[in-house]
């Protein structure tokens, strides 16, 4: 029977997977702080970069539990995402309804991501975590999506 501390390979995958995505959203959001004017959706985007924080520390400590090496790096498509986003704002001088769209657009991957983990280890050990995370994905993508809508 799977325990936080005898997780099976599976579910380690998943948290592994989970971390990096993790990792690529915090950068994102921080990359998308430097490159608004307006304040509220800055410090926006850093609270969500200190959650994605928080999530990758979380899902590392279950792998080191398991005796695993935690990722610690974010993905090469997370590393284009953040690049993209990147130019976006230098070419559209921090544009509000564009940097709302694109940090949507991540919120959309990181959302499905864990959906996919959370089916993938249905019934595990650690659903309790995955779930409270995912909550927490879900709101912050869709208090974005509203604020993108309201400068549609």
């Known amino acids: ?18 971390i990096e995505i993790n990792i690529d959203s915090s950068k994102g959001f921080n990359d998308a ?6 304040n509220d959706i800055a410090n926006l985007f850093r609270q969500c970069a200190v959650e994605r924080e928080q999530y990758a520390g979380q899902l590392k400590s279950l792998v080191e539990i398991n005796g695993e090496e935690p990722n610690d790096s974010g993905t090469i498509k997370g590393t284009v995402h953040r690049w993209w986003v990147n130019i976006r704002g230098t070419v559209q001088s921090g ?7 694109e940090a949507e657009r991540g919120e959309d991957a990181i959302k499905h991501r864990y ?5 993938e280890t249905a019934g595990s050990a650690v659903n309790d975590v995955l779930q409270e995370q ?12 509203d604020m993108r809508d309201a400068r549609a």
């Open 1 to 18: 029977m799977e325990s936080v501390s005898t997780l099976r390979d599976e579910t380690i995958k998943g948290i592994q997977d989970l």
């Open 33 to 38: 702080a430097e490159k608004i004017d307006n």
């Open 95 to 101: 544009d509000e309804h564009a940097l709302l769209a």
């Open 115 to 119: 959906e996919d983990t959370l089916k």
């Open 134 to 145: 995912y909550a927490g994905v879900k709101a912050r993508h869709d208090q974005i999506r």
